[in-house]
């Protein structure tokens, strides 16, 4: 009978969603446990440096990547041409190497272990870099010009 004469023709549940939490004695337990972890969230994803370590080992993939690339194309074609430029190039990509592995950062174990199970599964592919454990051969205009 009491609900026939209140002002308020809604009942609590249609009276919003702050509402069902904050004036529901069931519920207080839960709105504390959300506001504490709204409120402690952010300070642990600041204090963990989180969004620092991902930029840095996108940016220390992607370096890596293109030394490999790199020292593949040293491998195949400026390794046919004289010692001197091979060599010169050699040198600068390794200074390069040197850099990238001066910031490394290393991936704690379970993400080690589930990188290693993937590659172990056949997921990532090196076919490129284990083809021919031997230099390619000089193409027919160098050889020609070595004979004379």
Known sequence: MEALFRSDPYPPWRRGHLALLTKQNGYKWVTGICALLAGMAPAIYKALDFDVNLNSIAQLAQSSKALQDRFRQVWRVTALGPFEDF???FDDLM????????TSLVAPERFFL???KKIEAGHYNFAVDER???APEAPDNLRNSEKT
Do not use: L
Not at 95 to 102: H, L, M, P, Q, V
């Open 87 to 89: 060599k010169k190039e």
């Open 95 to 102: 200074a390069r190497k040197d850099a990238a592995r001066t």
């Open 114 to 116: 589930k990188a290693r």
């Open 132 to 134: 021919s454990s031997q």
